[in-house]
């Protein structure tokens, strides 16, 4: 059984969707089902996927805008189905085995909240405050869902597409005898 | 200018102000804050290589109550911001402060919403440093340059007005 069947195998029922791009596998499983999946994914016979190594959010919106100068319209492929939103992907190794997995969850607007995984793994607690922090996803279940590197009280979300590279003004001064 | 003063037997003739302005002139103690690449320029200025301390910066002041140059070395985030206010405060007068290098002047390559852009937005610069990261020349030069600034201070006027006021 070669490395996407097991992966298929271990997925099982929750796997929305798996592709392959240049070797990097990647799958896609439902938004509230994602503790479950890494747990097996972690524990599979021949798998082992112990280590994450990164956690990140994704921001879509700007998806297919831009493009590349010098094609023209009709040799470009048909426009694939507009995806979610957000996207909160899983950056998984293996120590064992040496092989890596992309697992994605997609996160709807007026959905903003993951299960957390850091019971699974204590590396997850910071990279899911930055995500909270830059794009405003929340995951239940943290322990400690505080902004990562903006400060508290900032009001936006940085690192979502329809916000402004230069910023809306925000600027933090000095207050003497505050709480 | 330098310091002029008549000399007799038992005797010195000069102004008050030239004698103050030369003592402060030439120790500048640095208080050193690198945030940056720039810090490590700075290392190398204040180092034995460069030896900032001919110049009389003699000490670097890791406590802000005992020093009197701030040197600025780095990008300053808004996150810092009230950081570097409270550091220039707990400074005691006469105090000065040195921008060093392009983010402490401009905020540099970083145009966005996490970096303050100069940090005279924030607390007043009496010498700027251009350069990413400048050469340790660069932040002697501007020592120098502070030094000419401090000669011509006058630091007895304030106590002048206040004695006025008072006859």
């Given at each position: 059984?070669?490395?996407?069947?097991?992966?298929?195998?271990?997925?099982?029922?929750?796997?929305?969707?798996?592709?392959?791009?240049?070797?990097?596998?990647?799958?896609?499983?439902?938004?509230?089902?994602?503790?479950?999946?890494?747990?097996?994914?972690?524990?599979?016979?021949?798998?082992?996927?112990?280590?994450?190594?990164?956690?990140?959010?994704?921001?879509?919106?700007?998806?297919?805008?831009?493009?590349?100068?010098?094609?023209?319209?009709?040799?470009?492929?048909?426009?694939?189905?507009?995806?979610?939103?957000?996207?909160?992907?899983?950056?998984?190794?293996?120590?064992?085995?040496?092989?890596?997995?992309?697992?994605?969850?997609?996160?709807?607007?007026?959905?903003?909240?993951?299960?957390?995984?850091?019971?699974?793994?204590?590396?997850?607690?910071?990279?899911?405050?930055?995500?909270?922090?830059?794009?405003?996803?929340?995951?239940?279940?943290?322990?400690?869902?505080?902004?990562?590197?903006?400060?508290?009280?900032?009001?936006?979300?940085?690192?979502?597409?329809?916000?402004?590279?230069?910023?809306?003004?925000?600027?933090?001064?000095?207050?003497?005898?505050?709480? | 200018?330098?310091?002029?003063?008549?000399?007799?037997?038992?005797?010195?003739?000069?102004?008050?102000?030239?004698?103050?302005?030369?003592?402060?002139?030439?120790?500048?103690?640095?208080?050193?804050?690198?945030?940056a690449c720039c810090g490590i320029e700075?290392?190398?200025?204040?180092?034995?290589?460069?030896?900032?301390?001919?110049?009389?910066?003699?000490?670097?002041?890791?406590?802000?109550?005992?020093?009197?140059?701030?040197?600025?070395?780095g990008?300053?985030?808004?996150?810092?911001?009230?950081?570097?206010?409270?550091?220039?405060?707990?400074?005691?007068?006469?105090?000065?402060?040195?921008?060093?290098g392009?983010?402490?002047?401009?905020?540099?390559?970083?145009?966005?919403?996490?970096?303050?852009?100069?940090?005279?937005?924030?607390?007043?610069?009496?010498?700027?440093?251009?350069?990413c990261p400048?050469?340790?020349?660069?932040?002697?030069?501007?020592?120098?340059?502070?030094?000419?600034?401090?000669?011509?201070?006058?630091?007895?006027?304030?106590?002048?007005?206040?004695?006025?006021?008072?006859?």
């Amino acid at each position: 059984m070669d490395f996407q069947e097991r992966v298929k195998a271990c997925v099982g029922d929750d796997l929305v969707s798996m592709t392959e791009f240049r070797g990097d596998v990647s799958v896609t499983v439902p938004r509230t089902r994602i503790v479950q999946v890494l747990t097996r994914l972690k524990e599979a016979e021949g798998l082992k996927f112990d280590f994450l190594s990164d956690l990140f959010g994704v921001d879509n919106s700007a998806l297919g805008k831009g493009k590349k100068k010098g094609k023209k319209e009709d040799e470009e492929a048909p426009a694939a189905p507009k995806p979610p939103r957000y996207e909160v992907v899983y950056l998984l190794l293996s120590i064992e085995y040496n092989h890596r997995l992309m697992v994605k969850v997609q996160v709807e607007e007026g959905q903003m909240e993951v299960p957390t995984v850091t019971s699974i793994w204590k590396a997850a607690n910071w990279p899911e405050r930055e995500v909270f922090d830059m794009f405003g996803i929340r995951f239940k279940g943290h322990p400690n869902m505080k902004r990562l590197l903006m400060w508290d009280g900032f009001p936006a979300h940085p690192l979502r597409k329809d916000y402004p590279l230069e910023g809306e003004g925000e600027e933090r001064r000095l207050v003497y005898g505050d709480a | 200018m330098g310091f002029q003063a008549y000399v007799g037997q038992g005797w010195v003739l000069s102004k008050l102000e030239q004698l103050i302005n030369w003592g402060r002139s030439r120790s500048p103690w640095p208080l050193p804050y690198g945030t940056a690449c720039c810090g490590i320029e700075m290392m190398a200025a204040l180092a034995s290589g460069y030896d900032m301390a001919r110049f009389g910066a003699e000490r670097p002041s890791f406590s802000p109550r005992q020093a009197d140059v701030l040197i600025e070395a780095g990008t300053i985030t808004k996150k810092m911001v009230p950081v570097l206010r409270r550091i220039y405060d707990q400074m005691a007068e006469p105090k000065w402060v040195i921008a060093m290098g392009a983010c402490a002047c401009s905020g540099g390559v970083f145009r966005t919403y996490s970096t303050l852009q100069g940090i005279d937005q924030v607390i007043p610069v009496d010498v700027y440093v251009p350069g990413c990261p400048p050469r340790p020349e660069g932040l002697i030069y501007a020592l120098l340059q502070l030094m000419e600034k401090i000669k011509q201070d006058h630091p007895l006027y304030p106590q002048l007005a206040e004695l006025k006021k008072g006859v």
